[in-house]
């Protein structure tokens, strides 16, 4: 059995970058992964062109039942850290909007990098086989097809199970289940949600988007496009609150963000002869503006409507309420909430408190960002944090 001093399950974002970091610190890192070659969720992300980080980076873009956890490893690995890695291996990147920062050729330069810093510190990789672990004394002993090797470290880095046609499973949370750590209920996040019933009249608008303010019952409010689709709501504000959101729970939309108080009223006084409906479509697109006009029962010219009503129709549309009945779940999440505890781990370290030797870092841990970039660069700034003390 080949000795190491850590063993590394999962060769995604926070995996390569912990077994990059601890091996050019001179350890001796052995890389696993059940998939055919590592970095597979990288090389899908930003269609393809991986949003690896965002430049607004904060706490509080962040999801967790402890909402300071997150603070320690993100100071010590700050997306300008990443940058600068990105830069010295001249891949060009370009900011898109909102702080997202892509490359600008393909995601698989990413994942060249990351692999080209793991054989810098001669990390050693294997491929294509499910892991099965068990401790022994002071060491995890792994088994992977006709191999097994062991350390007195071991990492969890396989993430959760969304995206389940790239592989994804929840042999994160059936481990540390295993070795008693708790978690925080695992719920599919920043995905497309479901509509049904009076909703469902919205499904002619298929394909049709609009700049919108989104917000669930908790959470802050999205200033980001929504999309209509056949089943329900998507576009990046339905993802971003959709973490946030709660079955049974309403989402707000505000259809006219950019409206001054009281706009329609003021056009009545201005131009009282022009058709409502008209006013609408200025600020959304046309198909959109008619069926909301139809849903509002509003037609003629704005001269014809009182002002209680026009008040009522403003409010209407800068607060469009909607119940969805459900999501497109794990299959179309981007990511998913909740996972292993953060009170079961040191948050300078990702190192288990009742398991020394034990770590989880990136999406395992019940630690969920925005949309955008955040979420890689909580995988790089957790497999950091604990790459340096491996």
Not at 323 to 350: D, W
Request: net charge positive.
């Amino acid at each position: 059995m080949k000795q190491y001093d850590a063993i590394i399950l999962g060769a995604g974002a926070a995996g390569l970058m912990a077994a990059l970091v601890a091996g050019q610190r001179g350890r001796r890192v052995l890389l696993i992964d059940h998939a055919d070659e590592p970095g597979k969720k990288i090389l899908i992300s930003g269609g393809g062109r991986c949003n690896f980080t965002n430049l607004h980076t904060a706490p509080d873009r962040y999801v967790s039942a402890n909402p300071h956890f997150m603070k320690s490893a993100l100071a010590r690995y700050a997306p300008s850290d990443f940058i600068a890695l990105v830069e010295r291996h001249g891949i060009a990147w370009h900011e898109k909007t909102l702080g997202q920062l892509f490359c600008d050729g393909s995601a698989r330069q990413i994942v060249a990098m990351l692999w080209d810093e793991c054989n810098r510190g001669g990390v050693e990789l294997w491929l294509g086989q499910s892991a099965e672990v068990e401790r022994r004394g002071e060491a995890f002993e792994i088994r992977c097809g006709g191999r097994s090797a062991s350390a007195p470290r071991l990492v969890i880095a396989t993430g959760g199970p969304s995206i389940p046609k790239m592989g994804a499973t929840s042999f994160a949370y059936d481990l540390a289940r295993r070795f008693g750590l708790k978690l925080v209920e695992p719920r599919p996040g920043l995905m497309p949600l479901t509509l049904a019933g009076d909703d469902l009249l919205f499904r002619d608008l298929s394909g049709v988007a609009a700049p919108v303010v989104a917000r669930a019952a908790k959470g802050p409010a999205f200033r980001e496009a929504a999309l209509f689709t056949h089943r329900g709501r998507a576009g990046p504000a339905i993802l971003q609150v959709s973490s946030y959101w709660r079955n049974g729970e309403a989402i707000r939309i505000d259809f006219v963000p950019d409206a001054a108080p009281h706009w329609l009223t003021e056009a009545k006084r201005t131009d009282p002869r022009r058709p409502v409906r008209k006013l609408i479509e200025e600020r959304l697109p046309a198909r959109l503006a008619e069926v909301l006009g139809q849903q509002l029962a509003i037609d003629g010219p704005i001269g014809g409507l009182a002002d209680k009503r026009l008040f009522e129709v403003e409010q209407r549309l800068s607060a469009w309420e909607f119940t969805p009945n459900g999501s497109e779940g794990y299959a179309k999440a981007e990511v998913t909430t909740g996972g292993i505890a953060t009170a079961e781990l040191k948050s300078r370290t990702m190192e288990a408190t009742k398991r020394p030797g034990l770590f989880v870092i990136g999406e395992a841990v019940d630690v969920t960002g925005w949309l955008g970039g955040y979420n890689f660069q909580w995988a790089w700034a957790s497999g950091v944090a604990t790459g340096e003390v491996l």
